[in-house]
């Protein structure tokens, strides 16, 4: 097995870069950090490029790595500079992206969360997770939504995205062609002249859209839903985190499924 | 006004201290760091100690700033420095710490929320400022629960600090007092032999408690409530982050209020 003990190698080079949005565009593939998600992902049978551990990591996990995938010992010197933190647990998948492309118009059931212009990644992740367990079959990113495959998102969804579908998509399309198909689709609102929540029975199928963490949803989008609904808030605060806010309403929604 | 425009003042070093939990216990104050916050402070009549801005913020808000405070005009760099980030807004405070006791014997209605060994400052935040929109009287956290006023939690409490009641305290001594004074208490747990939330009816008065990331609530607090329930999760995620979870929980139990 290679070892490789410099930040100065290039394929250590090549891992850091998938940090950024462009590096992992060119090359079709992101990171996983610590041995709860490399598992997800042999769960999932996700495309594996490489498994990066340290001497320690390696011992305890090699036997569990998929054959075939080429396998590389790291300092721990290197770990920290593919992971971007200072302690990281010592053991990285480098995967391929999914290249599903997934037309909204063949779509007829299932629960669905749509983001639009949701920016904190850990939001974003946290509300992929969240979809998870409330039994989503996807969510949806639109523009301006921080990106699914960012370390910090990646860390937040904690493997959901080898749950459900994790798609990015044009949401006024989405939007017009889940309302073909007899989805109703749900916005959601700041604006206390919406519908109160508890008014939407829950129902098997839908979407819900949840918009950008200070502006709330795009007026295009909130004009084509099929209700619009808000919050009610008891106390003084102004508002809630929008991770929580979808929390609170996914599960509502999907309480009869 | 002073003029400050060096890290290396002796004020500025003071300031930057109150990122950590010692700092803060010796000056007995902590820091505000954004127009909002000073604001909030400003309405709930804080007691403020300074307020320091780049000339840009003094000369939008100086007026605002209550009389007899005294006020430092800073340099970019050292807001950057105070704030611990590089895109401060540029405004700060430095306020009292609450120095309330307060004795749960004396507790006879309203909604608490308790939380157990929470370790991760943007979760305490948020669950503080999800407990001020329900419309809680307070949160206390317990030991091994992240210190409220650092720098992650009061941005993430977004003022929450000034709507409700936030205090430290011994949580076994809470949750026997409020059972005695009539308060059912309620446990969450990750574990299905639990009771699924929805067959827990909103109630007027009551205490949640919430456990660590990882480990739930301490069994031996879990031993004292007048329930635990659980939230049944449809899909493959293993668990809900705990500030959504808890978003979950205190918006069903609260809904009657």
Redesign the interface.
């Known amino acids: 097995m290679e070892r490789i003990l410099s930040n100065q190698n290039s394929r250590v080079k090549s891992w850091a870069k998938l940090a950024t949005r462009k590096g992992r565009q060119e090359n079709r593939t992101y990171l996983l950090d610590g041995w709860h998600l490399v598992q997800e992902a042999i769960k999932a049978s996700a495309k594996f490029h490489a498994v990066m551990a340290t001497s320690e990591q390696m011992e305890a996990h090699l036997a569990d790595v998929p054959h075939g995938v080429p396998a590389f010992e790291i300092s721990a010197e290197v770990a920290k500079h593919i992971a971007g933190t200072n302690t990281p647990q010592g053991i990285f998948a480098e995967i391929s992206l999914p290249e599903k492309t997934f037309d909204p118009s063949y779509v007829f059931d299932g629960m669905w969360l749509l983001l639009d212009q949701i920016q904190d990644p850990?939001n974003v992740g946290?509300l992929i997770?969240?979809?998870?367990?409330?039994?989503?079959k996807g969510v949806v990113l639109g523009e301006g939504t921080a990106d699914a495959f960012s370390p910090k998102v990646v860390r937040?969804m904690?493997?959901?995205q080898f749950?459900?579908e994790v798609l990015q998509g044009d949401l006024s399309h989405w939007v017009d062609s889940l309302a073909t198909n007899g989805l109703p689709v749900y916005g959601s609102e700041l604006n206390p002249a919406a519908q109160p929540f508890?008014e939407i029975m829950p129902v098997e199928k839908f979407a819900l859209i949840l918009g950008n963490e200070g502006q709330g949803m795009q007026a295009q989008l909130a004009e084509k839903t099929s209700a619009n609904f808000y919050?009610p808030?008891?106390?003084?605060?102004?508002?809630?985190?929008v991770?929580?806010?979808?929390?609170?309403l996914m599960?509502h929604l999907?309480?009869g499924?």
């Open positions: 850990g946290t997770r969240t979809a998870d367990a409330a039994g989503f937040a904690q493997g959901s749950h459900l508890q919050i808030l008891a106390g003084q605060a102004e508002s809630l985190n991770a929580v806010a979808g929390g609170i599960f999907a309480l499924n």
